[in-house]
């Protein structure tokens, strides 16, 4: 790490800006789509099986396709990357919006609530913690992708730095990107448990993790 603790700073930062933004990007699609799907009974019924038949392509099944795309190679990475992570947050946001409880929308209602409100203020909030399980497994799919998504042409990042290494036979260098992988992995996982924490606080005691 000492001996290559500049080229292993500007590895690990190109790869932690294209995980973030593919991230991003995936649970901002998902969020998004699993409201419509969970919430409009149209939007569900053509979305649903286009959902379930195209969701579960893993990202190297379409390195292809996505090396074909007349975008910089940064850009198609992110979009392997939010692929992987739109599909965990779609369906588990739809989930949460379709088992919010009748009585609690009914309520809403008798008081005067529109669509938007019942949407907003009632759904959202009650489909939260499956929200949050969804962007969880969001989470640890980009990891995986993040190595698939450095090998579409990207000349940088910590997935192009491990195979590099590999193969030179320099081990000690793999391990030490390896660690690195592993620490902000972590790292990032547990700011999503704490912004989680925040979010969910009014419901502690309630909801068990």
Not at 60 to 74: D, K, Y
Not at 104 to 120: E, F, K, N
Not at 159 to 165: A, D, E, L, Q
Request: proline share 4%.
């Amino acid at each position: 790490m000492i001996d290559e603790r500049t080229q292993l700073f500007e590895h690990t930062w190109h790869s932690l800006r294209l995980l973030l933004c593919g991230y991003a990007a995936g649970v901002a699609a998902g969020f998004f789509a699993g409201i419509l799907i969970g919430w409009f009974t149209r939007a569900r019924y053509w979305g649903m099986p286009l959902l379930k038949a195209l969701g579960p392509l893993p990202a190297t099944a379409l390195v292809a396709l996505v090396m074909m795309l007349p975008l910089p190679e940064f850009y198609c990475g992110v979009a392997l990357i939010a692929w992987s992570v739109s599909f965990p947050v779609t369906m588990l946001t739809s989930s949460g919006i379709m088992n919010v409880r009748v009585s609690h929308l009914d309520v809403a209602r008798t008081l005067g609530a529109g669509r938007l409100y019942l949407i907003l203020r009632v759904a959202i909030p009650s489909a939260l913690p499956s929200i949050f399980v969804g962007m969880f497994i969001g989470l640890v799919v980009s990891f995986l992708t993040l190595l698939v998504a450095e090998s579409v042409g990207v000349k940088a990042g910590l997935g192009f730095y491990i195979p590099w290494k590999k193969g030179y036979a320099e081990y000690a260098y793999v391990w030490a990107a390896l660690v690195i992988v592993a620490v902000f992995c972590s790292t990032i996982m547990t700011l999503l448990f704490k912004l989680r924490d925040w979010v969910l606080k009014w419901q502690k005691g309630v909801i068990k993790w």
